[in-house]
């Protein structure tokens, strides 16, 4: 049984860079979730997919970030021009369908921004 | 707006204790569900358990047990004879739309 696959575990970048992460969710979950998570906190929901569209986007998330699911199959998600601020664990979760089903969540990416 | 509250940032216990984790939601909805995740030093979310708002049963699962009450808003996580293996943080979660979680609770159980 194939989990979720988050991709790199982790990532180190300079102020300014822009960096990428990919997730591919468990086969046939249509809907994909990214969070958050910093140091001692819970994670934080930033946006979802139900197949390839993007139905929900937090607040949290800036311009600076991008999340796709072109093929409604793996997503990646974009930093661009990096800041301190955006160092945490991004994790992916999938679902099969409904709204009552419980997250599977990949291990995560751990992002530190120098 | 939705929101759950985990008052106890740490908790630690001697191995075979009980613990009691708790966790309060804040919620509009009528139907809603609540969940329990894990997450060990790995740092992999593992899932525990999801109640509907309309099942305030009970339940227990080997050492583990959840005590649902909806007048109190409370979903409290009870582990029966702790291990050292139960040492983890734990999350308690509400979801409406999208899965709110709280801000979790750090459970270091010494041997």
């Known amino acids: 049984d194939t989990g979720v696959s988050q991709d790199p575990r982790h990532k180190i970048t300079k102020r300014g860079q822009n960096v990428t992460f990919r997730c591919d969710p468990i086969s046939e979950h249509n809907r994909l979730y990214w969070y958050r998570q910093t140091l001692g906190q819970g994670p934080e929901f930033l946006t979802y997919?139900?197949?390839?569209?993007?139905?929900?986007k937090s607040r949290l998330l800036s311009d600076r970030f991008s999340a796709e699911r072109p093929k409604g199959s793996f997503s990646t998600l974009e930093i661009q021009r990096t800041e301190q601020g955006d160092s945490a664990m991004y994790l992916c979760?999938?679902?099969?369908?409904?709204?009552?089903?419980?997250?599977?969540f990949g291990s995560g990416t751990q992002l530190s921004v120098l | 707006a939705q929101k759950v509250t985990q008052a106890q940032t740490e908790i630690s216990v001697v191995e075979k204790e009980d613990v009691t984790l708790d966790c309060v939601y804040e919620?509009?909805?009528?139907?809603?569900?609540l969940f329990w995740y894990k997450q060990p030093p790995s740092g992999e979310l593992v899932f525990l358990i999801r109640?509907?708002?309309?099942?305030?049963q009970n339940e227990i699962s080997g050492r583990y047990s959840w005590n649902f009450q909806k007048s109190t808003s409370s979903f409290n996580f009870t582990i029966t004879a702790s291990q050292v293996v139960d040492s983890a943080v734990y999350f308690c979660a509400l979801k409406g739309g999208k899965l709110i979680f709280g801000q979790g609770t750090e459970l270091s159980v010494k041997p």
């Open positions: 979760a999938s679902t099969p369908r409904a709204t009552n089903e419980k997250l599977f």
């Open positions: 109640r509907n708002s309309f099942d305030e």
């Open positions: 919620t509009r909805d009528t139907t809603y569900y």
């Open positions: 997919f139900q197949n390839e569209a993007q139905l929900e």
